[in-house]
Each structure stands twice: as structure tokens, then as C-alpha cells.
């Protein structure tokens, strides 16, 4: 099972990233996708992700800045992120879960940064 992410960065405040994870080693179909972030020496918050019916949730903190979206056919995940904010700087993770039988797959994480 490997979820591996990119897009990560350095971009000034204002500007875009989108970030990808690319699943392999399991039916990606079947799992709930999400995104969670952490910032050094904070805990785990999580961003964005779908809900087990396919609806999306987002983080306060990034609704109406931040998308996310899944290409089944590519089993990828992306989280589409604008007008990004010097707090938004952290380690971006992918997760897979699959609540009925205890599956829960995490990234390596990729670095996002918005500084001037």
C-alpha cells in the first residue's frame, strides 16, 4: 500500500498550489479520501475530505480557499488550494480509510510553505 504526495512547495502568499496522491495496493474506489495538515510542533488537523456518501467537508479555516477532488480512474486524490495564507504553511498527508474493516493508510507527507 503506498499513497505518495506531491505539489508541495514554496509559493508567496496569494498564490496556488495543488497538491496530488497517487494511491496504489488497494481498491481506491472503496476508501474515503481526505487531506490533513500539521504544522511543527502542532497536532494533526484535518483539512478536507470526503464523506462515506461522496460529499465533501472542509476545515473553516479553508473553506471557499481550498477544493478537493478524486479521479477514481487515476486513483488520485487532489486538494486544489488558492489565495493561500502564511498560515497554511505545514506538512500536507494524504489518508485512505476504510471504516468497515479498519483500514487507514497515511502519506509521506509533502511540505507546503507560503512565505514573501
Known amino acids: 500500500v503506498q499513497l505518495v504526495e506531491s505539489g508541495g512547495g514554496l509559493v508567496q502568499p496569494g498564490g496556488s498550489l495543488r497538491l496530488s496522491c497517487l494511491a496504489s495496493?488497494?481498491?481506491?474506489?472503496?476508501?474515503?479520501m481526505g487531506w490533513a495538515r500539521q504544522e511543527p510542533g502542532k497536532g494533526l488537523e484535518w483539512v478536507s475530505g470526503?464523506?462515506?456518501?461522496?460529499?465533501?467537508y472542509y476545515a473553516d479555516s479553508v473553506k471557499g480557499r481550498f477544493t478537493i477532488s478524486r479521479d477514481n480512474a487515476k486513483n488520485t486524490v487532489y486538494l486544489q488550494m488558492n489565495s493561500l495564507k502564511p498560515e497554511d504553511t505545514a506538512v500536507y498527508y494524504c489518508?485512505?480509510?476504510?471504516?468497515?474493516?479498519?483500514?487507514?493508510?497515511w502519506g509521506q507527507g509533502t511540505q507546503v510553505t507560503v512565505s514573501s
Open positions: 489518508n485512505a480509510k476504510r471504516v468497515t474493516i479498519g483500514n487507514d493508510y
Open positions: 470526503f464523506y462515506t456518501n461522496g460529499s465533501t
Open positions: 495496493g488497494f481498491f481506491f474506489s472503496d476508501y474515503v
